[in-house]
């Protein structure tokens, strides 16, 4: 409640171990109603396997915003635009 009173709709998320912790994390705030943007390139992982079926799966889930850090730095320079 604190996060939409702010008017804070989307989160970029990042984290240590994609496949365990952070993929669910996406998948909780996009329930929630935020737009998650997962930072790939900023989220660690234990097997390259599954790390690549995590972001496959939440591209696929299409609620979830893929991208690395360049282009949200990129982004936030521009202003969003």
Same mark, same amino acid.
């Given at each position: 409640?604190?996060?939409?009173?702010?008017?804070?709709? !989307?989160?970029?998320?990042?984290?240590?171990?994609?496949?365990?912790?952070?993929?669910?994390?996406?998948? #909780?705030?996009? #329930?929630? +109603? =935020?737009?998650?943007?997962?930072?790939?390139?900023?989220?660690? !992982?234990?097997?390259? +396997?599954?790390r690549k079926? !995590?972001?496959?799966?939440?591209? =696929?889930? +299409?609620?979830?915003?893929?991208?690395? !850090?360049?282009?949200?730095? #990129?982004?936030?320079v521009?202003?969003?635009?």
């Amino acid at each position: 409640m604190v996060l939409r009173d702010c008017g804070i709709s !989307s989160l970029a998320i990042v984290g240590v171990v994609l496949e365990v912790g952070v993929e669910p994390r996406a998948r #909780d705030a996009a #329930d929630l +109603g =935020f737009l998650p943007v997962l930072i790939a390139d900023a989220c660690g !992982s234990v097997n390259e +396997g599954a790390r690549k079926r !995590s972001l496959d799966a939440l591209a =696929f889930g +299409g609620n979830c915003i893929v991208m690395d !850090s360049a282009r949200i730095c #990129d982004l936030l320079v521009r202003g969003g635009q």
